[in-house]
């Protein structure tokens, strides 16, 4: 068997020429396997961590209120704080990533999150607190944009919407992780305790990720041949080990690019991609950071005590989970711009009768259909459509700026949201959101791109 599977690989090298590695082609026709999962883990479990430390904000925030450390101004400075470093952690990550490498960019934010995250334990106030927060954030927003456009590189198309879901669904199970283990860490050890958990497990992954390879696609891209050969070979050996004969290279395609400068981001064909891009990311960045990471202050502002919010809010976060899930069965179905407008058309109707439920068993019910729907469309728009939109030469440049324009809103979504909840209760936060999730349908029907299926250097 072993003479057969090397013959294969043999004979598979010989169709490349001298001048393609032919990465895109002989990655695509790979059968899932072992080396995928193991992918999908070490990108999906450093991002799970960070997306835990992104929603432990609002049981935190909560907490530091209720024991006197903060007050709700001071905590959505905190939260904006988190957003001021995401938005240049994401532009840094899309420069780093295409410049030095995947590997490169997402060892870096690992590692400056997890530290920063270990020393905000120990923060005296909540101003050092806040500019902690701010380190931090800049490894979350890098983290978020090399974890979906990484994975994308090494999965074959055919799967590429299921596990971008996939990912999806294990980061997004950062929300109600944090949700529970607010619960159950906060009322009894206190606030300081979540920030210890999340940099420990930074550090325990980045260690893990150490010997991750680098993504064959970038590696051609930038004329490293022999180092996207090598790197393919191997990935092609373990694949055939486990699978078998691989099925034959069906093109042969060069990735090479001379020059990629970034003004090619606003050129006639890539423009409309990147403002949907933009619209998704936006869009995203509104909704969860200006109504659901809120939920527990919603409530202790209207009267629950912290423990019975969070609890509320972990019931209702389990939506997190069930949103990718139903996308990991849906994607490559369905296709992603009519997934995306299809979760923005039920988001809008689950938010207009969201405010007049007062069973609480029927508030937990809508808030978890309003959560899964949202979820759902974050599979499908941030981890799957926004890294297909760009080539592989500035992809991560491509979703790193359409990042960190949604991280710019963001900055002030906190405040936009304490005013508005203010002065016009839950109804004016919906309204918001409601309005920005109307831009994104328009956006997405004008664009008229569906990606489902296709190879990377197709779309």
Known sequence: MSQVIGSSITADSAAVTSSAVNSGARLDRLPISRFHWRILWLIA???????????????????MAKEGFSTMSQ????????FIGMMLGA???????????????????????????????????????????????????????????????????SHRGRWAALLSMIIAAGLPLASWTSYMVIPTLGWRYMFAIAGIAALFIWVLRKKMPESPRWLESVGRHQ?????????????????????????VQSLRVEHAPFRALFSRKIWPRFLVAATILITINVTVYG????????????????????????????GAIFGPFVAFLLADRIGRTRGIVASAVVLIALGVAF????????IIAIGFALVSSFYFMVSLGQFGFVPELFPTEFRLRGAGVAG???????????????????????????????????????????????????????I
């Open 355 to 362: 405010p007049f439920m007062r069973a609480e068993a029927i």
């Open 45 to 63: 479990g450093g991002a799970m961590v960070d997306a835990f430390d992104i929603y432990l904000a609002g049981g935190v925030s909560a907490g």
């Open 404 to 458: 960190m324009l949604g991280r710019a809103v963001a900055i002030g979504t906190p405040f936009a949201t304490v005013f508005l909840f203010k002065r016009f209760g839950v109804y004016g936060v919906l309204a918001a959101v409601i309005t920005f999730l109307c831009v994104l349908i328009i956006s997405i029907l004008a664009l008229r791109l569906e990606t489902n299926r296709t190879s990377l250097e197709d």
């Open 91 to 157: 532009g840094f990550a899309g420069f780093i990533g295409d410049r030095f490498g995947r590997r490169v960019s997402y060892q870096i934010n690992l590692l400056i999150f997890g530290v920063a995250s270990l020393t905000a334990c120990f923060a005296p106030n909540i101003q050092v607190l806040s500019l902690l927060r701010f380190v931090m954030g800049v490894g979350l927003g890098a983290e978020l944009v090399v974890a979906a456009a990484t994975l994308g590189e090494f999965v074959p198309p």
């Open 75 to 82: 905590n959505a400075l905190f939260i904006s704080a988190t």
């Open 227 to 251: 180092e996207a050969e090598a790197t393919l070979g191997a990935i092609e050996r373990e694949v055939a080990a486990s699978k078998g004969v691989l099925p034959p290279v069906s093109r």
């Open 291 to 318: 109504f659901i990471i809120w939920m527990p202050s919603f409530f202790v502002q209207q009267g629950m005590t912290v423990t019975k919010s969070l609890g509320f809010t972990t019931m209702m976060t389990a």
